[in-house]
T-cell receptor
Framework: DQQVKQNSPSLSVQEGRISILNCDYT??????FLWYKKYPAEGPTFLIS?????DKNEDGRFTVFLNKSAKHLSLHIVPSQPGDSAVYFC????????????FGKGTKLTVNP | EPEVTQTPSHQVTQMGQEVILRCVPI?????FYWYRQILGQKVEFLVS????????KSEIFDDQFSVERPDGSNFTLKIRSTKLEDSAMYFC???????????FGSGTRLTVV
């Protein structure tokens, strides 16, 4: 039951270029979406989120885009830095009383110097 | 910055043994969670806990699992009779505002042999 899908297990980009990580979801009840970043031996760290009433949210080098009709969101990192190398998880929740997050499998981003 | 602390970082246990994973959430947080990640798989929700009771649990969280907040600061996950398939990384999280403010701990790697 993959309600949140990250179809690319890995992505490699050059330092300074744009990284685009994609996420698709199937549950139309999801209305809040989050991106987490995870380094080895650490827990997921919150990066950025977006509510379904918006189609874009920006925080510094990180921008999340939401396309509700396509049930698709993406995370853009510009410019990418070697320290961004980590596993990125997309997560979703439905705000109608549930507090749980449903995660994708993650995309391992490698930013090469 | 406040953090969620989990101990131990790695636990090895024999199949059939009971294991208790410990977490110290952020002190002013009211919502507490356990998630797990089997190697190579997605992070999965186990249980949420609020106001001294379970508020939501997943199908994974069967009778072998229990949670407790014994002393107002610790939050524990107990697995009564461990199975090989319980081997995973277990993450504790706490929040002051449900899904909007999760902070994850670094995890406990449980290995059942």
């Amino acid at each position: 039951d993959q309600q949140v899908k990250q179809n690319s297990p890995s992505l490699s980009v050059q330092e300074g270029r744009i990284s685009i990580l994609n996420c698709d979801y199937t549950n139309s009840m999801f209305d809040y979406f989050l991106w987490y970043k995870k380094y080895p031996a650490e827990g997921p760290t919150f990066l950025i989120s977006i509510s379904s009433i918006k189609d874009k949210n920006e925080d510094g080098r990180f921008t999340v885009f939401l396309n509700k009709s396509a049930k698709h969101l993406s995370l853009h990192i510009v410019p990418s830095q070697p320290g961004d190398s980590a596993v990125y998880f997309c997560a979703a929740s439905s705000q109608g009383g549930s507090e749980k997050l449903v995660f994708g499998k993650g995309t391992k981003l490698t930013v090469n110097p | 910055e406040p953090e969620v602390t989990q101990t131990p970082s790695h636990q090895v246990t024999q199949m059939g043994q009971e294991v208790i994973l410990r977490c110290v959430p952020i002190s002013n947080h009211l919502y507490f969670y356990w998630y797990r990640q089997i190697l190579g798989q997605k992070v999965e929700f186990l249980v949420s806990f609020y106001n001294n009771e379970i508020s939501e649990k997943s199908e994974i969280f069967d009778d072998q699992f229990s949670v407790e907040r014994p002393d107002g600061s610790n939050f524990t996950l107990k697995i009564r009779s461990t199975k090989l398939e319980d081997s995973a990384m277990y993450f504790c999280a706490s929040s002051d505002e449900g899904v909007y403010g999760y902070t994850f701990g670094s995890g406990t790697r449980l290995t059942v042999v």
